[in-house]
């Protein structure tokens, strides 16, 4: 009995010692929270409880992986099989796979088991039921993207965990949608590893059923010098995106096709990106192989915006200098749209390259405000620069709409209102369908 309590009293001083150190981190890597003119936090995290037992799957979401095949993620706190059923009925599983299981070590945290599966070949445009470590007691099911558009995607960046995330949650929720986009910061965990699994139990909900398909943010990083030094970590683990399918050397930056006609970038802000980096160079070999006579689209997503009327942020080596480093490539391949996060607020821009308007450069839109614990940033440049078209420091969430090979609609929608009324809206013409914007 001494035993246990001396253990316990050493693990719960660990602990202690874990969060001053965190807090201390996040404090010194994050100065610039006042700077940017945001109002202190006003709401608490929202952190999900872990009522499961040891070998039950939980933090459960899926990503895409080639065209018809699918990542399946969770993790158990014992050793369990790393194996999913899967079928198109409830609890009728007539096919099976088995994955690998990883951990990982973070200072004094050590991860659970955590189990990967990839799954297919799947149908397109069909309901598949699934359980993971063959736990009979939680049945998952997910929906496939359609074969052809129209496609939808949910597009959110800078989530957290704070009741502001729960409303975002539950406003996408309520909508149809194929597909998630997430340009980075998912957790705002800031070094304290555990709020890596309760963002995971948080979006289970809605992970485990559409793909997610994120990128990194300046708070994925967590790079802590000598305690420390490999940035990533956390991200890498838990969050295994199909670079290898795309020939990225990482998965810090990745694309994919979905719907036949919509080829979808994911880039890394925060890893090298200069010309002649490795992801400048993968980059370049990326939109060289895409096919615009069968692709009409191209979505490029990253966290530091290029483009920005907000004085949170401006100026910062992520945007600036990854701007001038890969405008050009995005603007000679006729990419149509480029989504951001990392300002915390809604702005969307006119079509643009070299700062001036062009109607045949990518629109940008920065959507860094799905609820994280910093609070929205406030204020923006005046006057309004004319390139930019709308903007809102307000919590919500994006949706786009590909109708067809020529046209889509990007709807904002703010927390405060009723799902169907978008605050923002705007049609799109691909540029591949205009004369004048041929790639170059």
């Given at each position: 009995m001494r035993g246990n309590k001396m253990i316990s009293s050493m693990s719960m001083a660990n602990a202690s010692l874990l969060m001053a150190i965190s807090a201390i981190i996040w404090a010194a890597f994050n100065s610039d929270v006042a700077s940017n003119i945001r109002p202190p936090p006003q709401e608490t995290r929202s952190i999900t409880t872990d009522s499961h037992s040891s070998t039950t799957p939980q933090q459960v979401h899926i990503s895409t992986v080639g065209r018809d095949h699918m990542r399946i993620s969770w993790i158990t706190k014992k050793p369990a099989p790393s194996k999913v059923e899967y079928g198109m009925s409830s609890g009728e599983?007539?096919?099976?796979?088995?994955?690998?299981?990883?951990?990982?070590?973070?200072?004094?945290?050590?991860?659970?088991?955590?189990?990967?599966?990839?799954?297919?070949?799947?149908?397109?445009?069909?309901?598949?039921y699934y359980r993971c470590s063959g736990h009979s007691s939680r049945e998952f099911n997910f929906k496939t993207t359609p074969p052809q558009l129209p496609l939808k995607f949910i597009v959110i960046g800078d989530l957290g965990q704070t009741k502001w995330t729960e409303s975002t949650l539950q406003?996408?929720?309520?909508?149809?949608?194929?597909?998630?986009?997430?340009?980075?910061?998912?957790?705002?965990?800031?070094?304290?590893?555990?709020?890596?699994?309760?963002?995971?139990?948080?979006?289970?909900?809605?992970?485990?059923?559409?793909?997610?398909?994120?990128?990194?943010?300046?708070?994925?990083?967590?790079?802590?010098?000598?305690?420390?030094?490999?940035?990533?970590?956390?991200?890498?683990?838990?969050?295994?995106?199909?670079?290898?399918?795309?020939?990225?050397?990482?998965?810090?930056?990745?694309?994919?096709?979905?719907?036949?006609?919509?080829?979808?970038?994911?880039?890394?802000?925060?890893?090298?990106?200069?010309?002649?980096?490795?992801?400048?160079?993968?980059?370049?070999?990326?939109?060289?192989?895409?096919?615009?006579?069968?692709?009409?689209?191209v979505v490029v997503v990253l966290h530091a915006p290029w483009y920005n009327s907000n004085m949170a942020h401006v100026g910062e080596y992520e945007s600036v200098d990854m701007r001038k480093a890969m405008e050009q490539l995005l603007y000679d391949a006729r990419v149509d749209i480029v989504f951001a996060g990392h300002v915390h607020a809604y702005e969307r821009f006119t079509r643009v390259y070299d700062g001036k308007a062009n109607k045949c450069g990518p629109m940008h839109i920065t959507i860094g405000d799905g609820g994280n614990r910093e609070g929205l940033a406030r204020k923006f440049m005046d006057p309004k620069p004319e390139i930019s078209i709308y903007r809102e420091a307000s919590f919500g969430h994006g949706q786009l709409q590909v109708v067809n090979s020529t046209h889509a609609q990007w709807t904002w929608h703010r927390n405060e209102d009723n799902l169907p009324k978008a605050d923002d809206s705007v049609w799109l013409t691909s540029l591949i369908s205009d004369l004048d914007c041929k790639p170059q």
């Open positions: 599983y007539d096919s099976s796979a088995i994955g690998s299981c990883t951990s990982y070590r973070y200072f004094l945290y050590k991860s659970g088991h955590i189990h990967e599966v990839v799954i297919g070949p799947l149908n397109p445009n069909t309901v598949y406003h996408i929720s309520q909508v149809e949608y194929d597909m998630l986009l997430l340009p980075g910061d998912l957790s705002y965990a800031d070094f304290w590893q555990p709020y890596w699994d309760s963002f995971g139990r948080l979006v289970e909900p809605l992970a485990s059923q559409r793909p997610w398909m994120v990128t990194i943010g300046n708070h994925e990083v967590e790079k802590i010098p000598i305690i420390h030094p490999t940035p990533f970590t956390s991200y890498n683990a838990r969050w295994h995106m199909p670079f290898e399918e795309s020939e990225s050397p990482s998965n810090l930056y990745y694309s994919f096709d979905v719907a036949s006609e919509v080829h979808v970038i994911m880039l890394g802000s925060y890893t090298d990106f200069d010309q002649g980096s490795s992801q400048y160079t993968w980059l370049e070999g990326d939109l060289k192989k895409v096919n615009r006579k069968k692709t009409s689209w």
